[in-house]
């Protein structure tokens, strides 16, 4: 029976993967900022076969909150299996270039909250010496395109802290996965001007994480085909990069 | 940035925008958000519906796909409380390992819960258990003017009968919770035995219907002359014993809509034919999966595109016992006649026992169902049969329907006065715009 603490637990993908889990009998300790959207998720995962499910309001964005989620979490579960870091916010690239404090405040909750996280779910799994780190970072952290650089950069910062966190935490048996969604139909991205085609169901990328996670994967993309997309759009050369409105 | 979406005939071809709706406290703001912008909008499922009941006549629905939660299930008493937009897929997967299953399924599990309310569907069982609305014990309604509702046999009874086969337009339907029934595996028991004619048909359904669970029958549409009303009966029950497994058959799909329909004359009769022949003329029996049994078709996922662009309609008609056989037999002749013709006409005959619905469609007597693909020279073969139909005292099936006349409608329907009178103003659709004016 897997143990699974979800921070961001009533977005779309982290519910349907709970959903996975919740068909294996698993346990959670959910975290969510809304009560009432967390107490449906967990009532679902219920009926879902989850074998209990505990529910923490948090919202992200107060940091000094973290640290007490993290042994309420420690306490109802003793040891996690599974993190799942999944919380975030896709900004408006436009208003952020006009408003700083709006800018910084959505890299705090995309990019410095998950990095407070990481730091002491990091502590805690040290001791367990065994479980898995799961991070919902992005495509969009793989290069700073005009569109949505604030966003990305914040995604950057999660993926390259990740990288860091998994050489750490290799050494004493634990894993850190780093998951690159592309585009997904959530409400999210809804009312966002998609190429349709690229876009998928939440269901269809959470049997891939489910998996990787499973597999001990480093760096997922999914689906699977934007490893070839980013690969790409990495190797654009910055002179020509700067060109484009990607 | 969501495609349009469609009905299943995808005939009348009329795209709607899609404003999705995630969590149950954003249903009122949203449905107040679209009545106020667009006049009206319409509750939208997952688009089984054939015709154009499922259309928005401002063409924005209000898509009830992600509200898909489990609210609470009860393993003991076999009763499941969910949100409206969960699929009896999603329901049977759950209730299945548990020794439980739907009391009433139609022929494809892809519907939701809400539109299996909606349109009161029926299935392979309707002479032992009624319709779905048979087993539903509340659900929660949510109107512009009113907010939220319980409604059930005891409370809001009004709103609880005209929301039964009500097409979505008295209310959001948000949740509701329905009664199943125990099962001891998920197999089922069949049998099959050939007929030669209608009248065959109908001394074997007085046989084995009372024996069985489930019964349908195939009638191979296209045969004249001598092989006239020619088919296979078909019975089944929950096997006693064997394993309780969810459906984990690989689906195919098909991939693109080709411009023109694959079905054509050649195609069917060909296939009909091979149905016929594949079936011996001794009575045969098999144990299959009930996912085999309830939904073959549903093993094709999108198997409404190799009707290609133009569509298809469905023509669903139920006859009372009395002249069934007799308007069944005439209705037959005229579709042969026309050499228009479908796969797998769908015959079955339907029980007594009475729905809550206030606009249910079954009643005593037989249903015939019939796919056509789409073309000009329908109208004037579903002109005929229309007449039949009423002359029979029969009547249309609204959630397959995109051509029946509002002087029909409103004969074989007369309770559409009540719905119209607890109809939320702020819900309409193309099919209701279409029969009541």
């Known amino acids: 029976m897997k143990r699974v603490l979800i921070v961001g637990a009533t977005s779309a993908i982290a519910t349907a993967?709970?959903?996975?889990?919740?068909?294996?009998?698993?346990?959670?300790?959910?975290?969510?900022?809304?009560?009432?959207?967390?107490?449906?998720?967990?009532?679902?995962?219920?009926?879902?076969?989850?074998?209990?499910?505990?529910?923490?309001?948090?919202?992200?964005?107060?940091?000094?909150?973290?640290?007490?989620?993290?042994?309420?979490?420690?306490?109802?579960?003793?040891?996690?299996?599974?993190?799942?870091?999944?919380?975030?916010?896709?900004?408006?690239?436009?208003?952020?270039?006009?408003?700083?404090e709006l800018a910084l405040r959505e890299f705090a909750i995309n990019g410095t909250s998950v990095i407070s996280l990481l730091t002491l779910l990091a502590k805690q799994f040290e001791t367990q010496h065994c479980g898995t780190i799961a991070v919902i970072s992005s495509v969009a952290g793989d290069r700073g395109r005009p569109s949505n650089y604030l966003y990305g950069t914040a995604k950057a910062a999660v993926s390259t802290f990740c990288e860091g966190l998994r050489a750490r935490l290799y050494k004493v048996g634990v894993h850190v996965i780093d998951i690159k969604p592309g585009f997904v139909d959530t409400p999210m991205t809804r009312g966002l001007p998609l190429p349709a085609p690229l876009v998928v169901k939440p269901e269809q990328i959470a049997k891939r994480i489910v998996k990787g996670i499973e597999n001990k994967t480093d760096v997922l993309y999914a689906p699977g085909f934007w490893k070839a997309i980013m690969l790409i759009i990495k190797l654009v050369p910055q002179f020509i990069f700067k060109k484009t409105n990607l | 940035m969501s495609d349009p979406l469609y009905s299943w005939g995808r005939f009348p071809y009329a795209p709607q925008t899609a404003h999705a709706c995630s969590w149950r406290s954003e249903l009122p703001g949203l449905l107040t958000e679209l009545a106020e912008a667009h006049g009206s909008t319409l509750p939208y499922g997952n688009g089984r519906s054939y015709g154009d009941s499922c259309l928005a006549s401002s063409s924005q629905v209000l898509h009830m796909r992600s509200l898909d939660r489990f609210i609470h299930v009860d393993w003991q008493q076999g009763i499941v409380l969910a949100e409206a937009g969960v699929t009896l897929a999603e329901i049977l997967a759950m209730a299945i390992p548990n020794g439980w299953f739907l009391c009433v399924t139609p022929g494809t599990q892809f519907a939701t819960l809400g539109g299996a309310i909606a349109n009161d569907v029926h299935g392979k069982n309707h002479h032992v258990r009624g319709t779905f609305g048979n087993h539903v014990r509340r659900f929660g309604l949510l109107r512009h003017e009113q907010g939220m509702l319980t409604c059930s046999p005891t409370e809001n009874t009004d709103l609880y009968a005209a929301t039964i086969g009500g097409l979505g337009l008295t209310g959001i339907i948000a949740w509701s919770e329905i009664q199943l029934m125990p099962i001891r595996s998920s197999q089922i028991d069949s049998s099959v035995v050939r007929f030669s004619n209608l009248a065959e048909f109908f001394t074997l359904s007085a046989e084995l219907d009372p024996q069985h669970e489930y019964s349908v029958a195939w009638i191979d549409c296209l045969a004249k002359g001598a092989h006239a009303g020619r088919g296979v009966f078909i019975v089944g029950d929950h096997a006693p014993y064997g394993s309780l497994e969810v459906d984990a058959r690989s689906k195919l799909q098909v991939p693109l809509t080709p411009p023109v329909s694959l079905i054509n004359n050649l195609s069917l009769r060909a296939f009909n034919e091979a149905y016929w022949r594949s079936h011996p003329a001794q009575r045969t029996f098999k144990r299959s999966s009930y996912d085999a049994f309830f939904y073959p078709l549903d093993r094709l996922l999108y198997w409404n595109r190799i009707y290609g662009r133009k569509g298809f309609q469905q023509y669903q008609c139920v006859i009372p016992d009395a002249t069934a056989q007799a308007a069944t037999e005439e209705l037959l002749r005229v579709i042969a006649?026309?050499?228009?013709?479908?796969?797998?006409?769908?015959?079955?005959?339907?029980?007594?026992?009475?729905?809550?619905?206030?606009?249910?469609?079954?009643?005593?007597?037989?249903?015939?169902?019939?796919?056509?693909?789409?073309?000009?020279?329908?109208?004037?073969?579903?002109?005929?049969?229309?007449?039949?139909?009423?002359?029979?005292?029969?009547?249309?099936?609204?959630?397959?329907?995109?051509?029946?006349?509002?002087?029909?409608?409103?004969?074989?329907?007369?309770?559409?006065?009540?719905?119209?009178?607890?109809r939320d103003p702020s819900l309409m659709s193309r099919f209701w715009n279409r029969v009541i004016t």
């Not at chain 1, 709970?18 to 959207?37: C, H, I, P, T």
């Not at chain 1, 529910?55 to 042994?71: G, I």
């Not at chain 2, 009547?395 to 009178?421: N, S």
């Open chain 1, 17 to 100: 993967c709970a959903r996975l889990w919740a068909e294996q009998g698993a346990e959670f300790f959910l975290v969510a900022r809304d009560s009432e959207k967390l107490e449906q998720t967990r009532a679902d995962l219920l009926a879902r076969g989850a074998k209990v499910a505990t529910s923490h309001t948090m919202d992200a964005a107060d940091f000094s909150s973290h640290a007490d989620m993290v042994e309420q979490c420690r306490v109802a579960m003793q040891q996690i299996d599974i993190a799942l870091i999944a919380h975030g916010t896709l900004p408006s690239q436009q208003a952020c270039e006009q408003d700083v």
């Open chain 2, 337 to 422: 006649e026309s050499g228009q013709g479908s796969f797998l006409a769908v015959l079955k005959r339907c029980g007594d026992i009475a729905s809550p619905g206030l606009m249910s469609f079954p009643l005593p007597g037989t249903s015939l169902a019939l796919d056509f693909p789409q073309k000009a020279s329908l109208a004037a073969l579903f002109t005929r049969l229309d007449a039949i139909v009423l002359e029979a005292g029969g009547r249309l099936y609204p959630a397959k329907d995109a051509h029946m006349t509002g002087i029909d409608f409103r004969q074989a329907y007369p309770a559409w006065e009540q719905l119209e009178a607890l």
